[in-house]
């Protein structure tokens, strides 16, 4: 009994003194470059990151705690006010490899990033909630809504040199449009009184602009048979610089300077129809299956088209050590506006906590969430809020979440 303690009391010793908790931050990875150096291993690095955030007004966290899950349509339908209802999904996967030698650091990434934003008619969910009937009469419901999807494959390469009280950071990255699409949803359903039937039509309708020649091919089969210089061979470069001063920790970057714009050679139509039609009780469906057609290997179009796709932006951290890390943080996108935030953060033996408030120009967020960290492998998870008005972002009102695995020596 008294050796197993021994051994349990060494190994937590060993757990004490080897854990790492400022490893990871919320906003590591786009930030700065110089931060992928900042308070890592000391030889190898390994690890993965995804991020998913999904604004919606259907389900949050707190449903899953709960024994059944409500969704009142009725109240989503009420605070649209007219307007259209918006959905945004953005999803960041990232992995890398990092090798440290000496004073000096090179990591490889690959980042998958999309973002998409849909817009559905007013209509439809007036339908859902309260039906087509308004003072006792059936009516026609109609309606025009928009979907854009922004799909982007990264390949990045990080050089850092580590001083004894700074850390400066290059990453040179190329970039290629996976997918751009830019469609229209239509919606339109008409009452048959006398043959007691309700027919609803829907359809979508876009062009997808891309710097690969296969999304056809990959839509119909599932099958990319294509090397990475195929792949990549009309990608675009940026590059990022960052600064870090460990011993007052701060630091400031200017970010994604597009030193040549991907080449945008292929353009495709999308096409989706389908229909329901309610008669009897029963529900007969014509499923929307989409279409994709090559129309032109020859395009001469770029990406970014303009500078709001991939805006240029300055970075700016401040750490001031209390009980806790406090780090006000600041990114001024060029065009676009600042965003700003701060960041809480520590740690309870080797778990480490965070606490993230930011105005992201066009809504506020909310990131909080904890890891374990043993040093040679850590695990960190949040959860995110994220909302147009900064006293709903306490409320967790959609479904948001990070999480990073890294292992390493």
């Known amino acids: 009994m008294k050796k ?6 060494i190994f937590i010793i060993g757990i004490l003194t080897f854990s790492n908790p400022t490893i990871n931050k919320p906003w590591n990875y786009s930030f700065n470059p110089a931060l992928f150096d900042y308070g890592t291993r000391n030889l190898i690095d390994i690890g993965g990151n995804l991020t998913v955030d999904f604004e919606q007004p259907f389900i949050n966290f707190g449903d899953f705690f709960k024994e059944e899950m409500i969704i009142d349509f009725n109240e989503i339908y009420d605070n649209l006010k007219g307007e259209n209802l918006d ?4 999803a960041n996967a990232l ?4 090798l440290h030698l000496w004073m000096f650091s090179y990591a490889k990434s690959f980042n998958l990033y999309s973002n998409t934003k849909l817009s559905l008619p ?3 969910i007036k339908l859902i909630s309260y039906g087509n009937v308004e003072n006792g009469d059936l009516v026609d419901l109609s309606g025009e809504g928009i979907i854009n999807t922004d799909i982007l494959l990264e390949d990045n390469n990080y050089f850092s040199w580590i001083g004894k009280n700074s850390i400066i950071g290059i990453n040179i990255s190329n970039f290629a449009p996976v997918a751009v699409l830019r469609g229209n949803i239509t919606f339109k359903q008409t009452p048959d009184i006398e043959n007691a039937t309700l027919n609803i039509d829907y359809s979508l309708s876009g062009k997808v602009y891309s710097s690969f020649g296969i999304l056809d091919k990959l839509i119909d089969n599932g099958n990319m048979d294509l090397g990475y210089n195929d792949i990549m061979k009309y990608s675009g470069t940026k590059i990022s610089i960052g600064y870090i001063s460990k011993k007052d920790r701060w630091g400031v970057s200017l970010n994604d300077i597009v030193l040549n714009k991907a080449k945008v050679k292929y353009e495709y139509t999308l096409e989706a129809t389908g229909n329901l039609n309610v008669a009897d009780l029963k529900v007969i469906s014509d ?3 989409p279409i994709i057609e090559k129309i032109s290997e020859t395009l001469d179009k770029e990406y970014p088209e303009i500078s709001l796709d991939l805006p240029m ?5 401040y750490t001031f050590n209390f009980l806790f890390d406090i780090t006000p943080h600041l990114q ?3 065009e676009k506006g600042l965003a700003w935030g701060i960041n809480i953060d520590g740690n309870l033996l080797f778990i480490p906590f965070w606490f993230d408030i930011s105005n992201n120009i066009d809504y506020w967020s909310l990131n909080t969430g904890f890891g374990i960290n043993l040093h040679i492998l850590d695990l960190n998870v949040s959860v995110k809020s994220n909302t147009a008005d ?3 972002v306490f409320d967790f009102n959609n479904l948001s979440f990070e999480l990073n695995v890294a292992a390493g020596i």
Not at 4 to 9: A, C, D, N, Q
Not at 87 to 90: A, G, P, Q, S, V
């Open 4 to 9: 197993t303690s021994i051994i349990l009391f």
């Open 87 to 90: 959905i945004n999904l953005e």
């Open 95 to 98: 992995m890398y490899g990092k």
């Open 122 to 124: 007013n209509d439809l």
């Open 287 to 289: 499923n929307a299956t």
């Open 313 to 317: 932006n300055i970075s700016a951290f």
């Open 332 to 334: 001024y996108f060029f």
């Open 390 to 392: 900064f006293g709903d």
